[in-house]
């Protein structure tokens, strides 16, 4: 007998009357208590005359609406409401719509007992983890944030109140902090609030441009001036004339860059790289980085001047771990912007998932942070992230056992927004056929390639996998596919240290097939 069904209810709807009658008993002496209707509009009828249920059990197939159209009108009388289909004909194109259109789970008839008891528990339990996740209230105002930086926390007023005494001035603004703490939000935030909103904001980062090329990136160039220069360039600082320079990284800069940088900084001016001709530019430098540049300039790494020049005004921004206080907001920012940008349907987190999420020491800062709440919300079935969608390394669960929490957490205050429309939002599914054009058996596990502006993540991504091979085979793009899939077992083959058994069970397919697979690439 499951744990606490005494107030649970479950509502079964389908027109046929044994399926009713056997399913209500199954379910019945499992201690919930069981609601029926002959069909969908039935169904919809007890839901308006303020039935209830904590989960309903739906046939796809029925007289009058089906139970698709049945999911929607529910769905959208309550975010969370939890529903299984059921059918005899088990169609993809149904199960893709299902999960699609935020169901639970689908379930094909006949029914295998243990199976649906197990279901219908975890549909319950999800049921009421999102009903506790209700009562918040949203944390946010998200249009006050147009800047996109989210802090309340004392360290971040801190630097707020920074970027207010220097925005106005033209003075050069070193911030520094580790990767993905929201340096570039910074330096942005700096430029529209100073007397340069109106001229061009032109970041670069100084790490991801080969030393041969940095030079002409940002000086430009002469056509000919070396090979390959077939036109010439106009450099980065003069397109930013009049306004805002962010150099990102530079850290990594060579020592001959610097002294450049060094001169653009004393004199305002800059020659393109092959040209003897000095143009003056008038652009506000804002550098960063997540070095030592004190240990740097002791190490004759990095030029004093050019340090003393950059550091008139120092931003450091705090780590994540350092202001978790701020973590409940940031999410709640993040989902209402989910919402709003990609019409998102999941608005809140669970209280027990919001915990998790403050406890954990986030290494890669807020960048890891939106990135696992991107990820987290296309996995929730519901309109609240729950702790079963959360990665593993959140939950406090790795292969080498549970992650320490870096501090504790702090008390669960979590997000609420209005309620989005699910047209068209990330979907999870339990895709039943990937990789079936092959004849081969799914992947499980994908990078976040249909993440557009998101950063690398995990290769474990089983439901972007499957919502991107869902969209491609129904545009016909498999070619695509077939690309993504190579990716993903490059990557693989590359983390494991080209341990075959270990790639195929990141990727969840079996070894033979990763075999035939590497096998077509090297005959290529
Ligand atoms: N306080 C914040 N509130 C909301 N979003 C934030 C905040 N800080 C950072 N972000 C988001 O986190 C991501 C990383 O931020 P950003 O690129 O500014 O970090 P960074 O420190 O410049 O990273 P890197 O050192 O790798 O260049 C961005 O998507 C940004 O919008």
Known sequence: MPNDTTMSTILIVDDDEEIRYSLGRVLGSRGYQIETAGSGEEGIEKIKAGLKPDLIMCDVRMGGISGIETLQHMRSASSSLQIVLMTAFGTAQTAIEAMKFGAYDYIMKPFDVDKVIEIAEKAISSSKDMKSANKYEKKVNYDDYKEGIVGNSPAM???????????????????????????????????????????????????????????????????????????????????????????????????????KILRVLQEGEIQRVGSTETIKVDVRVIAATNKDLEKMVKEKEFREDLYYRLNVFRIRVPALRERKEDIPDIVDFMLQNLVKERKARVTRVSPDALNALVSYAWPGNVRELGNVVYR?????????????????????????????????????????????????????????????????????????????????????????????????????????????????????????????????????????????????????
Request: hydrophobic share 40%; net charge negative.
């Open 157 to 259: 007023q801190e630097v707020f109140k920074v970027i207010g005494q220097v925005a106005a001035s033209d003075a050069t603004v070193l911030v520094t902090g580790e990767s993905g703490t929201g340096k570039e939000l910074i330096a942005k935030c700096i430029n529209q609030h100073s007397l340069r909103s109106g001229g061009p904001f032109v970041a670069v980062n100084c790490a991801a441009i080969p030393d041969n090329l940095i030079e002409s990136e940002l000086f430009g160039h002469e056509k000919g001036s070396f090979t390959g220069a077939t036109t010439q360039r106009i450099g980065r600082f003069e397109q930013c004339d009049r306004g805002t320079i962010f150099l990102d990284e530079i850290g990594d800069m060579a020592l001959a860059t610097q002294t």
């Open 376 to 524: 987290s919300a296309v996995v929730a079935q519901g309109d609240a992230i729950l702790m079963k969608d959360l990665p593993d390394t959140i939950r406090g669960i790795s292969e080498e056992g549970p992650v320490a929490a870096a501090a504790p957490a702090v008390e669960p205050a979590a997000v609420r927004a209005e309620l989005a429309p699910a047209e068209s939002s990330p979907e999870g599914s339990d895709s039943p056929e990937p990789l079936a054009e092959k004849g081969a058996e799914p992947i499980a596990s994908a990078p976040a390639p249909a993440v557009p502006a998101a950063e690398p993540m995990p290769i474990s991504l089983p439901a972007i996998y499957d919502k991107l091979y869902h969209e491609l085979r129904e545009r016909q793009e498999m070619r695509i596919l077939t690309l993504i899939e190579r990716q993903m077992i490059q990557r693989a083959i590359t983390e494991t240290g080209g341990n075959q058994a270990r790639a195929a069970e990141i990727l969840g397919i079996t070894r033979n097939t990763l075999k035939k697979r590497l096998d077509e690439y090297s005959a290529e």
